[in-house]
């Protein structure tokens, strides 16, 4: 009896991160009466997407601490130094997925690990895909967006400073939006 073995395309698709759609968001309190909010300007990722098991594709990011961008120069100078991120010693915070699960209809939540400052955290994104298609130039595009709520103190982030009329000039809790447009290899 003959056997015939059925050849089946990968379903594993490379994605890059275009980092001119793409944006990396932050915002925290300032001085417990405002929002200040933020953005990393140098991001780089790939995505290895199983087209027909998203819940088993994997996401691996790294975001250059010196492109930190609150529109204020000096305050961006010192998130960059030992106070905050400490460029100078760990340039890069990075992100490496380990579980993607489905919420719903173009919904889920994708879980890894993040590390900044050398301190490695798991924490978890709300994640929406937002839209696949072609450019205008023959390329694939897929979209996401993303959220999350971060304790800036758990990365070693502690510094602050105490306000004479109480409380302190910098929150602890960073709110984090992303939107990310890959691009198919």
């Not at 050849?7 to 925290?28: C, R, Y």
């Not at 790939?46 to 027909?52: A, G, H, S």
């Not at 998203?54 to 601490?65: F, G, L, Y």
């Amino acid at each position: 009896m003959a056997t015939s073995t059925a050849t089946t395309a990968n379903p594993i698709t490379t994605w890059q991160i275009d980092p001119v759609h793409s944006e990396v968001g932050f915002s925290v309190r300032h001085l417990m009466i405002s929002t200040v909010k933020g953005r990393f300007t140098d991001v780089q990722g790939t995505l290895q997407y199983d087209e027909t098991d998203p819940t088993r594709s994997n996401i691996e990011v790294r975001i250059a601490i010196a492109s930190v961008d609150t529109r204020a120069d000096q305050r961006d100078a010192h998130l960059r130094s030992a106070d905050f991120f400490d460029a100078e010693h760990y340039p890069f915070m990075t992100f490496k997925s380990t579980r993607l699960e489905r919420t719903g209809e173009g919904r889920g939540k994708v879980t890894g690990d993040l590390t900044i400052r050398g301190v490695t955290q798991s924490v978890t994104l709300d994640a929406k895909r937002e839209g696949r298609g072609k450019d205008p130039w023959g390329g694939e595009r897929l979209g996401f967006s993303a959220t999350t709520v971060l304790n800036r103190e758990a990365f070693g982030l502690t510094w602050n400073q105490a306000l004479e009329t109480g409380g302190v000039v910098v929150g602890d809790e960073v709110k984090v939006s992303i939107e990310v447009e890959w691009v198919k290899q």
